[in-house]
Nanobody
Framework: VQLVESGGGLVQPGGSLRLSCAAS????????MRWYRQAPGKERELVAG????????NYADSVKGRFTISRDNAKNTVYLQMNSLKPEDTAVYYC??????????WGQGTQVTVSS
């Protein structure tokens, strides 16, 4: 069972990145998927979530209107499209798949740095 994030990197303020989270060893379609982030010296925070069907999404106030979470259950992958990036978006971004307390998986994280 594994979640692997990709797509992070260095981007200038105002730029965009698309993060991907690919699952192996299990099927994502039954899981609520979430993206979290953790900046240096700060607690991990929930950025966005999407229901198993993809019909319901939710976002932290700090990213509403700029980030979009989506999923492709056929590809067993979840995405986070990040636009209009700000320096305060700099963090390690983690993918989380949860169905129950015993079915709760995390990726290793991908670094996003927003800097000029």
């Amino acid at each position: 069972v594994q979640l692997v994030e990709s797509g992070g990197g260095l981007v200038q303020p105002g730029g965009s990145l698309r993060l991907s989270c690919a699952a192996s060893g299990f099927t994502l379609s039954s899981y609520v998927m979430r993206w979290y982030r953790q900046a240096p010296g700060k607690e991990r925070e929930l950025v966005a979530g999407i229901s198993s069907t993809g019909r319901t999404t939710n976002y932290a106030d700090s990213v509403k209107g700029r980030f979009t979470i989506s999923r492709d259950n056929a590809k067993n992958t979840v995405y986070l499209q990040m636009n209009s990036l700000k320096p305060e978006d700099t963090a390690v971004y983690y993918c989380n798949a949860i169905m129950s307390t015993t079915n709760d998986y995390w990726g290793q994280g991908t670094q996003v740095t927003v800097s000029s």
